[in-house]
């Protein structure tokens, strides 16, 4: 063996293991993690604004995920990472926008509309006379 590595027959063993994962856990910062899955998550988001494999409602979670998890970055990351990624995320509106106005319409996602305030069925409501409302009879 020109190098001193070990052979492929002694794998580590679960203590060694365990050791350098926590190793590397010290060394892990969440600010890096959080990059990271932002790079993850707008490259799969312009993934799924390309035409070939075009999946809209993937694509706004996408851009709804990176818009909420960049503030928390702000003061933990090098200003030139969160504007580069605010950058990212412009870009994939813009290309949201022309996919949806060039999508046929049945493809097109709903615009996200407010919910409407829940009715009281009419069965649900009993009748109210004068006496309980502290009128006169």
């Given amino acids: 063996m020109g190098d001193q590595e070990r052979p492929p027959e002694t794998a580590p063993s679960e203590a060694e293991f365990a050791a350098r994962l926590e190793e590397e856990l010290k060394r892990l910062k969440i600010s890096d993690v959080l990059v990271q899955t932002l790079y993850t998550i707008s490259s799969l988001g312009y993934h799924k604004l390309g035409t070939e494999h075009r999946d809209l409602p993937q694509a706004r979670l996408a851009i709804d995920s990176l818009r909420a998890l960049l503030p928390v970055l702000k003061d933990d990351t090098p200003a030139e990472v969160v504007r580069d990624f605010e950058q990212v995320v412009a870009n994939m509106q813009l290309a949201y926008a022309a ?7 049945e493809e097109a996602p709903p615009e996200p509309a407010a919910e409407p305030e829940p009715q009281p069925e009419s069965e649900d409501l009993e009748p109210v006379d004068d006496e309980e409302l502290g009128g006169g009879g």
């Fill in 99 to 105: 996919a949806v106005r060039d999508a046929p319409k």
